[in-house]
Every structure is written in C-alpha cells, then in structure tokens.
C-alpha cells in the first residue's frame, strides 16, 4: 500500500482480533516472541504446532494471563492491551481453557448460568436459547449433570457456557484434547465450525493439525515461540511443500533452525 492511500481501519476491514508484536512469558524470559495473528469476524483460525511451542502461552498473553512483554492487542481496532479478564469478557474476548472448562458438580443449566453471570436473568435467558441454537443438541441435556456427559457433549457445554456472554471473539486452546479422533472431528466441523458460521471470530490452537486445517480458514504455524509461517488452510493442505512444513517431516527440520 503507497502512503498517500487512506489506511482502512481494521473494523472496517472485519478483523475482529489483532495481536501484534507479541512478546510474553512466565517471567521476564519471552517463550513467545514476535508474533502476529488475525482473526476476521466469522472467520476459524488456526494455530498448530507441537508441545512446547508457545501457543497456549500466545492465548495466555492475548488474555494477560501470561506476562506480555511486548506488543499490542486489538479488539475491533480498539486497544486492550493490558485490560483485565473481566473487561476483556465484557468486551467480547471469550476463552476456553485446555483443562477444567466446565463446572463439575453442576447441571449443563447451571453451567451455563455461571457463564452468564454477568449478565441480568432475563438477558441471560435470552443468551442461552442464542447458545442452544449454535448447539441444538445441549437442550436435551440441560439437567443433566456434567459428570455423565460424553467428551463432546462436555466440550459442547464448555464452549455454550464461554457463548453465554456474547463473544465476538472465541479463544479455544486445544478442544479436542484427551477425544477420541471421531469426536475431535465432530467437535471441530460440528462445533468449532457452528461458530465461524454464527459469526464469531475463532482463535484455534490445536495440536491435531490436519483436523483443525480441514476446518479453519487461515493457519499459522508455530514453533519454539514464533510464527515460522502463515497461509489459508486450504492452500496449505492441497501444496506438498507446505503440508510437509505443517505437518510433516519438516516440522523439526524448520525447528531445529529457529
Ligand atoms: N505457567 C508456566 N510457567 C512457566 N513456564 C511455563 C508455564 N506454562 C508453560 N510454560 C512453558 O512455556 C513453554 C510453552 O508452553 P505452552 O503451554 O505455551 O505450549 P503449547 O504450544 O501450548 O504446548 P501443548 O501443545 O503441549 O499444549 C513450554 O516450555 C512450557 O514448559
Ligand atoms: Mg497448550
């Protein structure tokens, strides 16, 4: 783009979630550095990449879990870096952790109550016939408690309960985990998809790269803490080069140089 072009903002150009520049760790040592992601309104984005390499600390650092030593986060073109949880939630940042996503001891109902809490009752009813119509099946089990449902039923409930406030964006760090390959697929094309579709911008970390690619519309693969390439999921899967970088044997070739 030459100077003298207007600049679009990133509203207007649909980018729900740009984080910049992202520098972030446990201490003043970065695990992540120099990353830049998007994420457009509707659209599934994924990051894949193998243990260790700083995703869940990327989604961490979006959400100032981990420490940002560097960079930027923007909402809708608006700053909010370094604002808190809560805020984020009520700005439309919604999270669903790898491990311990739901309420046990409470009914699918009572779930998703807690993830309405910040809402007033009526509009929280609202809210969860808005999230029994991304997940049409959660409405038969909505007495049930979480304990007797099935993984993906439990993931299901996990993100209906993360929808409760509204997101315009979803961090989702690893849904699949611990599923068997038949429900991470169905999690993935059958929920993770249902978002993008209602709309909602999605930030995929998955460990399960060819899963998540058949789903998402952007990919960005990570190694040892950065972005090492980027490209629509589709060109990705259909050229041998790149499938090769993302999830084949080049994965520890491109590792062992950075
Ligand atoms: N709370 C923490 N304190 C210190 N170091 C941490 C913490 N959490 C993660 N790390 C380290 O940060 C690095 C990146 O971890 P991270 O969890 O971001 O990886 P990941 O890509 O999500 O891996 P996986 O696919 O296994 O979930 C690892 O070396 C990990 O040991
Ligand atoms: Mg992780």
Same mark, same amino acid.
């Given at each position: 783009?030459?100077?003298?072009?207007?600049?679009?903002?990133?509203?207007?150009?649909?980018?729900? +979630?740009?984080?910049?520049?992202?520098?972030?760790?446990?201490?003043?040592?970065?695990?992540?550095?120099?990353?830049?992601?998007?994420?457009?309104?509707?659209? /599934?984005?994924?990051? #894949?990449?193998?243990?260790?390499?700083?995703?869940?600390?990327?989604? *961490?650092?979006? +959400?100032?879990?981990?420490?940002?030593?560097?960079?930027?986060?923007?909402?809708?073109?608006?700053? /909010?870096?370094?604002?808190? +949880?809560?805020?984020?939630?009520?700005?439309?940042?919604? &999270?669903?952790?790898?491990?311990?996503?739901?309420?046990?001891?409470?009914? #699918?109902?009572?779930?998703?109550?807690?993830?309405? &809490?910040?809402?007033?009752?009526?509009?929280?009813?609202?809210?969860?016939?808005?999230?029994?119509?991304?997940?049409?099946?959660?409405?038969?089990?909505?007495?049930?408690?979480?304990?007797?449902?099935? !993984?993906?039923?439990? *993931?299901?409930?996990?993100?209906?309960?993360?929808?409760?406030?509204?997101?315009?964006?979803?961090?989702?760090?690893?849904?699949?985990?611990?599923?068997?390959?038949?429900?991470?697929?169905?999690?993935?094309?059958?929920? #993770?998809?249902?978002? %993008?579709?209602?709309?909602?911008?999605?930030?995929?970390?998955?460990?399960?790269?060819?899963?998540?690619? %058949?789903?998402?519309?952007?990919? &960005?693969?990570?190694?040892? !803490?950065? /972005?090492?390439?980027?490209?629509?999921?589709?060109?990705?899967?259909?050229?041998?080069?790149?499938?090769?970088?993302?999830?084949?044997?080049?994965?520890?070739?491109?590792?062992?140089?950075?």
């Amino acid at each position: 783009m030459s100077s003298a072009e207007p600049r679009v903002s990133e509203a207007e150009a649909g980018i729900a +979630l740009a984080a910049r520049g992202i520098a972030a760790g446990y201490s003043e040592i970065p695990i992540v550095s120099d990353v830049d992601v998007e994420v457009r309104h509707g659209q /599934v984005v994924a990051v #894949v990449g193998p243990n260790g390499a700083g995703k869940s600390t990327l989604l *961490k650092a979006i +959400l100032g879990i981990a420490r940002l030593l560097g960079g930027h986060i923007e909402l809708d073109g608006k700053d /909010v870096t370094g604002l808190p +949880l809560p805020r984020l939630a009520r700005l439309g940042i919604g &999270y669903v952790p790898q491990a311990e996503d739901v309420f046990e001891g409470l009914r #699918v109902r009572e779930n998703l109550d807690m993830g309405g &809490y910040l809402v007033n009752p009526r509009e929280r009813a609202t809210r969860m016939e808005k999230a029994l119509e991304v997940f049409p099946q959660l409405r038969s089990k909505l007495n049930r408690y979480v304990e007797t449902l099935s !993984g993906g039923e439990r *993931k299901m409930t996990a993100i209906a309960r993360v929808l409760m406030l509204d997101p315009k964006v979803l961090l989702l760090d690893e849904p699949t985990a611990g599923l068997s390959p038949e429900l991470s697929r169905v999690v993935l094309e059958e929920q #993770v998809r249902a978002l %993008g579709r209602h709309g909602k911008a999605v930030l995929l970390v998955e460990q399960k790269a060819v899963a998540a690619l %058949g789903i998402a519309d952007w990919a &960005y693969m990570m190694v040892r !803490g950065r /972005v090492v390439m980027s490209a629509r999921a589709v060109d990705v899967l259909g050229d041998p080069k790149m499938r090769e970088i993302f999830l084949g044997a080049k994965g520890p070739e491109l590792e062992a140089k950075v």
